[in-house]
């Protein structure tokens, strides 16, 4: 295979890898949560994405804005009704919560629509530049590098950003300050629901989503965080990048099927190097 084409398909990959963890990355460094539902609600944006096309008609880039609002909701509503409960206590109990609310959905999910892989067919044929690139691809790409270009404006030059950092930065400090703690809290938790749910609805184009995959998804989102570093928006998609490079030229050269282990045995090396991550900082970008 040419190398352009390895690099060009890493860099198609590592841009939904930025997608998928950027919400993670965003409730992790502000909530220090470690949300065991991410790689569930990716899924279930996905789900939603097929069946809205299947059954309803709608084109997925039409039903995205839709599935987002309905996954920040129900972020926003388990993060105010139950997580917000325990947030203060020690991480292993918010991450027990998650993970037992994250068996619930899956288990939903799974009852509801199977574990039958779905995915949406555009058939938009294939762009051949020296390249070939499937203009579905492409069309993800773009909308999983809007999405996050999108969270880092939100949270550089609007009101709620600059509350959501003041939160990350000095939870009391802002307290002190009016800002309302929980309700950012809430808020931000939808944030990472409402960003894994559109980039399930980007995956669904590309990739078949079953319920199996969710697990894969977290774990994409714990190597990016850890490749990019924690509290970065930026560092989530320096971190996807790099990671989906490293797959596209490692699965070229000892198989697909190693690909994950090399990821995360990269996350391992760094864990041990430097922990930061390329561009993590200890505040939030």
């Not at 919400?23 to 809205?52: D, K, P, R, T």
């Not at 987002?68 to 105010?80: D, H, P, R």
């Not at 309302?180 to 980007?202: P, W």
Request: a positive charge.
């Amino acid at each position: 295979m040419d190398v352009l084409q390895i690099l060009v398909n890493g860099l198609l990959l590592g841009s939904l890898y930025a997608c998928i963890a950027v919400g993670f990355s965003l409730v992790w460094g502000v909530l220090n949560v470690i949300n065991m539902l991410h790689g569930s609600f990716i899924v279930l944006g996905g789900y939603l994405a097929f069946f809205a096309w299947r059954d309803l008609g709608l084109h997925p880039l039409v039903s995205l804005a839709g599935i987002a609002a309905l996954l920040f909701a129900v972020g926003w509503a388990l993060q105010f009704g139950l997580i917000n409960r325990i947030v203060a206590r020690p991480v292993l109990a918010t991450l027990t919560l998650t993970f037992g609310l994250d068996m619930i959905v899956y288990n939903f999910m799974t009852l509801s629509f199977t574990a039958t892989p779905r995915r949406v067919v555009l058939d938009l044929g294939v762009l051949n530049l020296g390249v070939v690139v499937p203009v579905d691809r492409i069309i993800a790409m773009v909308l999983a590098l809007a999405l996050t270009g999108l969270l880092f404006y939100v949270l550089r030059a609007s009101t709620l950003g600059r509350a959501i950092v003041a939160v990350r930065m000095d939870r009391d400090a802002a307290a002190l300050m009016g800002i309302r703690v929980e309700h950012i809290y809430a808020v931000t938790f939808g944030i990472g629901a409402l960003m894994a749910g559109a980039c399930g609805s980007l995956l669904a184009v590309v990739y078949p989503v079953t319920t199996m995959m969710a697990d894969q998804f977290l774990g994409k989102a714990f190597v990016v965080c850890v490749i990019g570093g924690l509290g970065s928006v930026p560092g989530a998609l320096a971190g996807g990048l790099a990671l989906g490079l490293i797959e596209s030229v490692s699965g070229h050269l000892v198989g697909p099927q190693h690909a994950m282990t090399i990821g995360f045995s990269l996350m391992i090396l760094l864990l041990m190097t430097r922990p930061t991550g390329l561009l993590g900082t200890r505040g939030y970008e």
